[in-house]
């Protein structure tokens, strides 16, 4: 009796492996909003960006700002709002920074404290 084609497509899938451990603990999705980030170190400016996605432990945004290094602490707003008297500012670590092909760096940034 001859295996069923589901059957054969499955035993012949080839599974890629992985090439890093996945670290995020909440998904992330696909969301621009405005973010002010504020490194601890007073001798460089905050600035407000948009993100490109963003979960309930962290965001992702772009910037031109060469002073962000990975465990910085942040001062983080997000969502922001320069109207919003009641905004409170949240800490984070930056977890990663990626150089892009335009130039300018993705900053990871992970919500340690609200």
Known sequence: MKAPESAIREREAVMAPVTQEERRR?????????V???PSDPKYKGEVRTTLNAS???????TWADHYYVGMSVGVIFPYASVD???SESVGRIVRIDRL?????????????R
Do not use: E, H, M, N
């Open 26 to 34: 909440t998904r992330r999705a696909k969301l621009s909003k405005p």
């Open 36 to 38: 002010r980030a504020r």
């Open 56 to 62: 309930r432990d962290g965001f992702y945004f772009t």
């Open 85 to 87: 008297l009641c905004d």
């Open 101 to 113: 092909t335009d130039g300018c760096l993705g900053v990871a940034v992970q919500i340690l404290l």
